[in-house]
């Protein structure tokens, strides 16, 4: 079973350049989520997608940050326009999501390679 | 908020000897707490998770051990190999779905 997708796998950008991220999740997975990655640290999510929802961006800096899962399967993140500190590694994870308002709902993450963003 | 503290950052150990990882977590309803292991150029793969509602948990040369009275968790790895050599993530969720990673430690196994 193929993982997580994502694409490109390396960008380098100039600053204020505006740049896009791809992620195909597990097939069948409902829940994806898009997390960055500074050097050294762990993963910090940006948001999270029901389905074509987004249920949680409280994270994503939304004046130059934004993404879509318009069919409920593949999303994009977009950056426009990229600034210096956003080079970091955007990494996508997807899950089965929740199958059952009564019971612990079923979360393993799987995590795709992620794409190393550089913004010169 | 949830906030995971983890230790060492770094950590060297001989082949074939143990290596420990240890977290604490501040939110006192995180129930799932998965470890993360991401080898250079790769996502994070899970190696092994636990919930609350057990104490310790084995899977080969792998276990993680769960304080719920101390807030905290560890990742134990025993006879190490070389390709054990990564950087490892905890995590703390309180099962909805929201990850709070800790900062990693890099793991290195000397031959």
């Known amino acids: 079973e193929a993982g997580v997708v994502q694409s490109p796998r390396y960008k380098i950008i100039e600053k204020k350049q505006p740049v896009a991220f791809w992620c195909n999740p597990i097939?069948?997975?409902?829940?994806l989520y898009w997390y960055l990655q500074n050097l050294g640290q762990g993963p910090e999510l940006l948001i999270r997608?029901?389905?074509?929802?987004?249920?949680?961006d409280s994270q994503l800096p939304k004046d130059r940050f934004s993404a879509e899962r318009l069919k409920g399967v593949d999303s994009t993140l977009k950056i426009q326009p990229a600034e210096l500190g956003d080079s970091a590694v955007y990494l996508c994870?997807?899950?089965?999501?929740?199958?059952?308002?009564?019971?612990?709902?079923?979360?393993?993450?799987?995590f795709g390679p992620g794409t190393r963003l550089t913004v010169l | 908020g949830e906030n995971v503290e983890q230790h060492p950052s770094t950590l060297s150990v001989q082949e074939g000897d143990s290596a420990v990882i240890k977290c604490t977590y501040s939110d006192s309803a995180s129930n799932y707490f998965p470890w993360y292991k991401q080898e250079l150029g790769k996502g994070p793969q899970l190696i092994i998770d636990?919930?609350?509602?057990?104490g310790e948990k084995k899977d080969q040369r792998i276990a993680v051990t769960l304080n719920k009275t101390a807030k905290h968790f560890s990742l134990h790895i025993t006879e190490t190999q070389p390709e054990d050599s990564a950087v490892y993530f905890c995590?703390?969720?309180?099962?909805?779905?929201?990850?709070?990673f800790g900062t990693g430690t890099r793991l290195k196994v000397l031959a």
């Open positions: 997608y029901e389905n074509e929802e987004a249920v949680d």
């Open positions: 995590a703390a969720s309180e099962g909805t779905y929201k990850y709070i």
């Open positions: 636990i919930r609350s509602n057990v």
């Open positions: 994870a997807s899950s089965l999501g929740r199958r059952s308002r009564t019971i612990q709902p079923y979360n393993e993450q799987f």
């Open positions: 097939s069948g997975h409902n829940t």
